[in-house]
């Protein structure tokens, strides 16, 4: 076990104590293999509208000005984009 995990959320001292390990317990585990994750236990829901990968070329100047915006920079560009699609001006 890996000192940063929290495995369970109660603290205890006696050994005999110790929660018992369900099927549930073992399915929500992360397993490692050395200090390699293997399997990551159940984390974030998966959501329905999930984004899709994307290769674009830009112009470098319009990159750098989108980047000098701050951070979410590839957010907005996508809710712009949306828009644009959306008003039919694509």
Request: proline share 4%; aromatic share 6%; net charge positive.
């Amino acid at each position: 076990m890996h000192a940063k995990s929290q495995t369970t959320k109660e603290k205890w001292i006696d050994p005999d104590d110790a929660p018992e390990l369900n099927e549930e317990w073992f399915k929500n585990a992360h397993v490692y293999v050395g200090d390699t994750l293997i399997k990551r236990g159940v984390g974030r829901p998966p959501i329905q509208n999930a984004k899709e990968m994307l290769s674009l070329r830009l112009d470098s100047d319009i990159l750098e000005t989108l980047r000098a915006s701050g951070k979410g920079w590839q957010t907005r560009l996508s809710k712009h984009i949306k828009e644009a699609v959306l008003k039919g001006l694509i």
